[in-house]
C-alpha cells in the first residue's frame, strides 16, 4: 500500500481511498482531499515532518501522520 | 413589515440583514472594507473569543447590516470559526446570503456555495478577485453562471472597487423578488432517492420555509439541523425508514461507507460541471507562480527557518526598541497626570486612591499599548500575507513533539516580551485544545516585567561579568520548563488523539493598510477597554490592601520622631522603618505573615512572601516591595546596589534561587490573568493555571532549594 507520505518531492499522484475516520475525513474533503482526485507532492518539511501538496489550485500542509492515511497511485 | 408594503410605501427605511460567507482567504474582510461609506462595528459572537465585524451602510430605501463570518472551506465544526458560521447561517437572524469567492479557484470554492444552495435563504455570489483572474487568463461567463445555478453571480473586486455596487443592487433585487429553486443536480441514482423525499413530503403537504427539493437533499447527506427539525414530526416514523433505504442506496453507488462522502463527491462533480462550463482559462504554458517562487526560499529546507527566526528577531526588536520609546512620554505623563489630579484633591486617602491606585494601575496598562499595537501589526502583516502558514508549517515537527502546534510559537515567543500580547495571539490557534495548551505554557516563558527581579537577585549573588549569564540561563530553564510541562499537560488534562494537522497554504498576497489598521486598532481597543476597567478596579484593590487599617498611633509616634531629628540620614532611615512597619500591619502585611508558614519549607521569610503575592499584581512590583521591605525607600529600581547588599545579607543563597524560581513560574500578572481567562473563555481555567502554576512552582522551587543547600 502505497500512502502519500512515500512520495517523493514533485511526484504526481491520484488518490485511491482516505483511511481517516470521522472529523479528519471531513477535513480532509473539505480541502479537497478525495477519491480520484489528483495530488503533486510539492515539499517537504525539515525531518519530513510535515509535507505540502497541491490539490487543484489548492496547497495543502499535512502532518506525516495525516499523510500515511492517504493511499495513492501513481499516474 | 412585508415586502409588498415595503414597494408600496418606499420612503420608510427597511432592513436588510446579509450574511457574509466564504472559504478562507477569498478576501472577505477586504471586500467588506470597500463598501463605501460603510461603518464598521467591531463586537464578538456570543459566548465564544471569535471577532464579529459588522457593517452598517444605505443603499436606497435599504438599511444595509453585513455580518462578516469567519471563513469556512464547508459546513464542518471543527474550528470555533468553522462552528460559529455554521451555526449563524443555521439560526441566525438575516434576509440573504452572500457567498464570496474567489474567482481565481472557482472549483474549490464552489464547494461551499452547493452547500449553501440547498439553505432556505436566498443567496447571491460574489465572484470576488475578478482583476486577478483576468490576469491569469481566466474568463468566467457570470451570466451563464447565474442561469445554470439559479442564482445571481457578480464579478466584484475589492481592490479595483469593481462591480461592488452591481452586488448590492443585485442583494436588493433578491430581497424584493421571491424565493426561486436553486438548480443544484446530482448523479442519476441520487436524484431518484430526491425524488421519492420530495413526493413523500408532499404528499403529506409538510408545511416548511426550505423548499421539498432542499429538505429532502439535507436529510439525505445527513444535515443535523433538519433532522431536529423532522425528528419532532408525526410524519418522521414513515420517513424514516425510506431514509435508511435512500442511504444505503447512495452508499452503495459511490462504493463508500461514509454518507458524507459520497456527497461530497456528488457536489465535487457538480462543481466539477459547473466550472467546466462558465469557465474559460487561456492555455498558459507550466510556468511556476509567483508563490511558488517565493516559498522555494521561504521554506526551503535548510533556509527556511533562519529566515523566519530572522523575522522573527527583527519584529521583536521593533517591538521592543520603538515601543520603548512613547513608553517614557506615557509614564511621564501619567507621573504629570497623577501630580496635577493629587494637587486638587484634599482628602490624603482619596488622593492616595485616585493617583496611586486608580492612576497608577492604569497607566501601567496604558504603558505597554505602543508595544502591542507594534507587535500586531506585525503579526496582521504575517497572517496577512500568508506567511504564517509558512512558519506553521515549518515548526510543527519541532513543536508537535511536545503537543504543541507549529503556530503556537508566535505566542510563545511574544511571551517573553509580554505575556499580554502573547495570550492574544494565541487566538491564531484554531483548534480549542491546541490553544488552550499553548495558554497555560505561556506564562513560562520569562515576560520583561520579570526582569528587574532576575536582575536584582543574579547582581546580589554574582559578579557582573557571571550575572548575564546568569539571566540567560534563567530564561532558557524557564522556557525548557515550558516545553516539558507542555507535554507534560498533553498526556494528562489535554489527554486525547493528537489533533490533526491540515492547513491550507494560501497565497501569498499584499494586505491593504486598511485592514492592517483595522485589525490592530480593534485588538488594541480591545485590550484598553477590558484589561483597563479590570486593572482600574484591581489597582485600587491592591492599594487597599497595602493602605490599610491604618496605624494612627504608629504613624504619630514616628512623625514626630522624625520631626524631631535634625540629621537627614536618620529622618530617611525613621522613614523606611515606619514605612516597613506600616506595610507589616497593613492587610498584605497581615496575609504575609499568615502565609508565612507556607513558604518555610522554601526558605522564604514573610517579606518575601508579601513581595510574591504582590508580584501577583505585576511583576514590577516585587523589587520596590522588597526595598520598602527591607526598608530603602519606595524609589528602588534593579540598579540600586544597598538593596542588592541588602538582599545578599538578608537572604541566603538557596532561598534567593528558590524565590527566582517561584517567579519564573508562579501565575502571571493581574492584566495577564484576566487577558489569560478571556482568552481561554472560562473562568475555570484561571483557577486551573494557579492550581497549575502554583504547584509547579512550589515544587521545582522546594527542589531547587533543597539542591542548592546540599551543594553550598
Known sequence: ?75 | MNRVDAKACPIIINHIKVALVGQPNVGKSMLINSVSNAHLHVGNFSGVTVDKTEVLFNYKEYHFTVVDLPGTYAFTDYTIEERVTHEYLCTGDYDIIINVVDSTNLEKNLQLTSELLTMSKQVVIALNMIDEAEKEGINIDAEYMSELIGVPCIKVSAVTKEGIDKLIEAVTLKYETAKSQTKLYFSESVEEEIAQLVWYLDKHKFESENTYRNIAINLLKGDKTTYAKLHDEPIWIELQPILIEAGKHIKLHHNSDDIKEAFAEEYASFNRGVTAEVLNQKKQEEKRTLTEKIDSILIHPVLGIPIFLFFMWSLFQLTFEIGNIPMEYIDIFFTWFGDTIGATIANDDIRSLVVDGVIAGVGAVVLFVPNIIILFMGIALLEGTGYMSRVAFLLDGFFHKFGLHGQSFIPLVTGFGCSIPAYMSARILKNDRDRLLTLFIIGFMSCGARLPVYVLFAGAFFSPEMAGNILFFIYVSGAILGLISAKILKLTAFKGKDEPFVMEMPKYRLPTFKLIWHTVLTKTMMYLKKAGTYIAAASMLIWFLSNYPHNIKLTQSYETKIEQTKDIVLKEELHNTLNELELEQSYLGVIGKFSESIFTPLGFDWKMSVALQAGLAAKEVVVSTLGVLYALGNDVDQENRSLMGAISKNISFPSAVAFIVVIMIYLPCLAASIVFTREAGHIKYFFYLFAFTSVVAYIMAFIAYTFTRFLF
Not at chain 1, 512520495?7 to 504526481?12: G, T
Not at chain 1, 475525513?25 to 479537497?32: A, C, D, T, V
Not at chain 1, 509535507?51 to 492517504?70: C, H, P, Q, S, T
Open chain 1, 1 to 75: 500500500m502505497r500512502t502519500l507520505f512515500d512520495c517523493h518531492k514533485a511526484s504526481k499522484v491520484k488518490i485511491v481511498k482516505l483511511n481517516a475516520d470521522g472529523d479528519l475525513k471531513q477535513r480532509l474533503i473539505s480541502f479537497g482531499i478525495m477519491k480520484e482526485v489528483k495530488v503533486e507532492v510539492l515539499e517537504h518539511a525539515p525531518a519530513k515532518s510535515t509535507i505540502e501538496v497541491k490539490v487543484g489550485k489548492m496547497r495543502i500542509a499535512l502532518r506525516a501522520e495525516e499523510a500515511k492515511l492517504i493511499e495513492v497511485e501513481q499516474i
